[in-house]
């Protein structure tokens, strides 16, 4: 079984640093104040723990 190669480490760390470039990329071309976005992320975070 080794034609998997979507599993491996090397892909997951293209597909992460690809998001983060995305996210970034999405972050500076907004601006939006730091504390709001921190906000919203907070707001994510905590529905995420509630529905576990």
């Known amino acids: 079984n080794e034609d ?3 599993h491996s480490p090397q ?4 597909f992460l640093s690809g998001e983060c470039c995305l996210t970034l990329k ?6 939006p104040p730091l ?3 921190i906000l919203r ?3 994510i975070l905590v529905r995420f723990m509630l529905n576990k």
Do not use: I, V, W
Not at 11 to 14: A, E, S
């Open 26 to 31: 999405f972050f500076f071309q907004f601006r």
């Open 11 to 14: 892909r997951t760390k293209l």
């Open 4 to 6: 998997k190669p979507f």
């Open 41 to 43: 992320y907070e707001k």
């Open 35 to 37: 504390e709001l976005y």
